[in-house]
């Protein structure tokens, strides 16, 4: 009887450990799988999810865009120059949270605007800004835009710098004759890699006319905003599992 209780004994000790090994491949299994943010790698899931969100947002923001250059160009006539971005970088929230991944869509397109008297052309490119569309875009990566509006300027002053917005996400900077304008891109402390570029350029960069300043508008969308994990880390709770941003194939872009 002892015997048999021995064997018995035995195989419920032998079928618990079996038992316990599954559930710990299991959990290991689980775990891997959040700490790389989903089953696929984190670099062909952000390239991809920001793929797709350019394939749905692409047309009607380059149909507001349009629609856009058409209401301004009585005002302000063809753009001197127009360029589309992707910008991709890395963003560490803090803590446990996995790392993610945002990727925007922007377009800028440059006016010549006539310095002789600007006040009351800015006024009027202000005006028909305000009758059209600043909303494509999806909410949950903050691309939603808003209306057009001015920007408080003071009385007789020229007009100079931002001087209208469309929420976050949209900026008219006035520049007069001779100002040079600069592409700032600073690094936040928060940033998990440098921000990386791509771009297609649709209207090919020419310079004003004598006489003339410059406005440029610019409006931005959200595209994606991926997990791309969290490989645990003492001191900052979750580091990066890509050195860089991993970014979409788009054709035109480059």
Not at 30 to 33: P, S
Not at 57 to 64: L, R, T, V
């Given at each position: 009887m002892g015997e048999k209780m021995s064997r018995g004994t035995r195989r419920a000790l032998i079928v618990a450990a079996a038992a316990a090994l599954v559930a710990v491949l299991v959990i290991a299994g689980?775990?891997?799988?959040f700490v790389r943010g989903g089953i696929a790698h984190p670099a062909d899931r952000a390239r991809t999810e920001a793929e797709q969100g350019y394939?749905?947002?692409?047309?009607?923001?380059?149909?507001?865009?349009?629609a856009r250059q058409a209401a301004l160009e009585p005002v302000l006539g063809e753009p001197i120059e127009e360029t589309w971005y992707i910008v991709c970088s890395g963003?560490?929230?803090g803590g446990p949270v996995p790392n993610a991944q945002y990727c925007d869509l922007s377009v800028a397109t440059t006016y010549a605007v006539d310095w002789a008297d600007p006040q009351p052309e800015v006024d009027e490119i202000i005006t028909t800004l305000e009758s059209t569309e600043a909303t494509t875009g999806d909410e949950v990566t903050a691309g939603e835009g808003g209306p057009w509006t001015a920007l408080p300027t003071d009385p007789g002053e020229e007009p100079g710098g931002k001087v209208a917005e469309a929420g976050h996400n949209g900026t008219v900077y006035v520049h007069g004759p001779g100002s040079e304008t600069l592409e700032t891109g600073e690094i936040l402390e928060f940033d998990l890699f440098p921000d990386e570029v791509i771009t297609q350029e649709t209207v090919p960069a020419s310079e004003p006319p004598t006489g003339h300043g410059q406005v440029e508008i610019r409006r931005q969308i959200g595209l994606s905003r991926t997990d791309i994990g969290c490989r645990p880390s003492p001191s900052r709770g979750c580091d990066t599992l890509l050195d860089e941003a991993s970014m979409p194939h788009i054709d035109g872009f480059s």
């Open positions: 689980a775990v891997t799988v394939e749905e947002w692409a047309g009607p923001f380059g149909e507001e865009a349009a963003i560490a929230p």
